[in-house]
């Protein structure tokens, strides 16, 4: 008869302790999902913004004619001017 | 049936129980998150397929930068020689060392200044400047490129050029064929004879003074 109290006291410590340690996870559980929500707006801002990096190739295309008419005044300044 | 008995089936049921509807709550969460990281993932694609030629594009614009940087720091070399280090060094502040080191040279870089007399003076005789007032007593200033002098001592007045009612001397033809030579174009060192006034009081017409036009 005994023994069976004592189970009764386990079984109640060990279903309080269960109900503690299941509402941590189901609350971790919770917090994740804004969270990944959130990423998924930081994402799809992200992509939005990236879509001036094509604007790099133009820009790109101009340092390569800046740099070409660089070259050749360059060289019209080696022509003109006496070297040191 | 005994009351310990009843009551240990009772927890048992309870402790079922709890671990059903916790663990189908933290199911649910989980299918949660599962849509959200599914609905996020191409976006990171896209992020990741949108980022990938930036590497590319960015190498090749700094290559085309370094190029333009290179033949940049080549013609100041080739110019202002010992100058050069300086004149970079005044344009961009803490740059004129790593020029010397990337041309192989050595020595103290003394910045020039907003204003670089010595160029200036090579471009006064080639626009037909005012000559030079040299100093009392001294003769007339050496050609600045080959002398290494100090510059100001080959300058007019502070060092400026004046594009403004000067008198454009013309220049003698260049020693070279298609080479500009200075030597004999600057006004102190030959008396050319005067070009022609400016069209527009006030203006500088280089016309007439510049070799490879006459």
Redesign the interface.
């Known amino acids: 008869m005994t023994v069976l109290w004592i189970m009764v006291v386990v079984l109640v410590v060990a279903l309080l302790l269960l109900a503690k340690l299941l509402s941590g996870v189901l609350g971790a559980a919770r917090s994740i999902t804004p969270t990944v929500t959130a990423i998924g707006g930081v994402a799809a801002a992200g992509s939005k913004d990236l879509d001036a990096v094509i604007a790099l190739v133009t820009t790109q295309n101009y340092i390569s004619q800046v740099v070409a008419g660089l070259a050749n005044y360059g060289g019209s300044l080696d022509v003109a001017l006496p070297d040191a | 049936m ?1 009351l ?2 009843a ?2 089936i009772l ?2 049921v ?2 079922v129980l ?2 059903a509807v ?2 189908l ?2 199911i649910a ?2 299918v ?2 599962n849509r ?2 599914a ?2 993932l191409p ?2 694609g ?2 990741v397929s ?2 990938a ?2 590497n590319g ?2 190498d ?2 700094n290559g ?2 370094v ?2 940087r290179d ?2 720091e080549g ?1 100041a ?8 280090a300086g004149l970079v060094e005044s344009c961009f502040p803490g740059e004129g060392a790593k020029f010397l080191r990337r041309v192989g040279a050595s020595g103290a870089v003394l910045p020039i200044g907003e204003d670089y007399p010595r160029g200036a003076a ?1 471009l006064n005789s ?1 626009l037909g400047g005012t000559a030079p007032v040299p100093a009392a007593g001294s003769a007339p200033a050496p ?1 600045p ?1 080959a002398s290494g002098a100090s510059p100001s001592e080959a300058v007019p007045g502070d060092g400026r050029i004046s594009l403004r009612d000067t008198p454009a001397p013309a220049p003698q033809e260049p020693a070279e064929p ?6 004999g174009a600057r006004p102190w060192e030959s008396p050319a004879p005067a070009a022609e006034a400016p069209a527009e009081p006030g203006r500088l017409t280089a016309k007439g003074a510049r070799p490879w036009e006459r």
């Open positions: 005994e310990p008995v009551i240990i927890l048992i309870l402790i709890a671990l916790f663990l709550a933290t969460e989980l949660k998150i959200g990281l609905a996020a976006l990171v896209e992020l949108k980022t030629p930036v594009v960015l090749a614009i085309t930068l190029t333009g033949l940049l013609l070399l080739k110019k202002a020689g010992p100058d050069g090579i080639l050609a490129a298609g080479r500009l030579s200075a030597m």
